[in-house]
């Protein structure tokens, strides 16, 4: 390695996304970037040092030997710049924001979002509220919240889009499916879309259900489900080697898209709202979607 080499932030910042995401597109919808400049920031950075950092395998995306050595390193280059710039953002920004959002976004990227926000503004007071997407919705309305990101069927019209997720059937490994009989169902309880969505797709399949299992927690729900108690509805990202989806084109019926979006009235500008709301459009709306108000 040249001791004139200097690693550039963006393509080490790619890198480390797409070694602990193991998906270049998890890694582009994470970055708000498209597939192809990750794809590019990551073969610069190889050719910078000279090593294959990534095995593209057929089942997933790990780090080489030389990429191992590296992430460590990288992880602590990115968080010292990412603290240092931000410190020289901080602002003197004082008030109050209430904010709202569901139990597994707060466990992902959203408390990385959080986080940043408190660094750069240390004068707001952040009260964030965990709940169901119903509730948090009521609340904003009832003006006990002054937003929220909620998950919402697509195509209804209630706030500024952020990102879309398919819903999907899934089972634990080896769990199985008896069409003869209602199929038991691990659900989040009667207030959650998921539930709502399965409960209606299988009645238009004319094929009946029961809930097995009730469970306001995602650790519980997952438990559950890779426990084999009974199939579930999940996004994408919920999926791992205890959790698997059910094909589409399988057994039983398509579920639909669903549509998370932040939810509330137009913050007026320059107020802690309004520059909390900037900040969940920059880093959470998914590339090719516009942060837009829906009509």
């Not at 998906?23 to 610069?44: G, P």
């Not at 901080?90 to 569901?102: H, P, Q, T």
């Not at 889009?161 to 038991?184: C, F, K, N, Y």
Request: net charge negative.
């Amino acid at each position: 390695m040249s001791n004139s080499m200097r690693l550039e932030i963006p393509h080490l910042r790619a890198f480390v996304t797409v070694a602990r995401l193991g998906s270049f597109t998890r890694a582009a919808e994470r970055l708000n970037l498209t597939q192809s400049a990750i794809s590019w920031q990551v073969r610069r950075l190889e050719e910078r040092v000279g090593h294959l950092l990534l095995d593209r395998a057929h089942d997933g995306i790990r780090p080489t030997a030389h990429g191992r050595d590296l992430l460590g390193d990288a992880e602590h280059i990115l968080a010292t710049h990412d603290r240092a710039v931000d410190k020289l953002r901080r602002s003197d920004l004082e008030g109050r924001v209430r904010f709202g959002c569901a139990e597994d976004l707060i466990a992902e990227r959203l408390a990385a979002v959080l986080s940043r926000f408190r660094r750069l503004h240390p004068g707001v007071r952040l009260e964030v509220v965990v709940d169901a997407s119903a509730t948090l919705k009521d609340r904003v309305e009832a003006r006990d919240l002054d937003t929220a990101i909620i998950q919402q069927p697509s195509g209804e019209t209630c706030g500024r889009h952020l990102w879309s997720e398919q819903a999907l059937w899934v089972r634990g490994p080896g769990t199985a499916i008896d069409m003869s009989a209602p199929l038991p169902l691990v659900t989040f309880g009667s207030a959650c879309i998921y539930r709502a969505a399965a409960s209606a797709a299988l009645a238009r399949a004319g094929l009946s259900w029961f809930p097995v299992l009730e469970c306001f927690s995602i650790a519980g729900v997952r438990t559950a489900i890779a426990a084999g108690i009974g199939l579930g509805v999940l996004a994408g990202r919920h999926l791992d080697s205890s959790i698997e989806a059910i094909a589409q084109d399988g057994p039983l019926p398509r579920l639909p898209e669903n549509d998370f979006v932040l939810t509330g009235p137009e913050p007026e500008a320059g107020t802690p709202l309004a520059i909390l709301t900037e900040l969940m459009l920059e880093e959470l709306t998914q590339p090719g979607q516009p942060a837009e108000v829906a009509a």
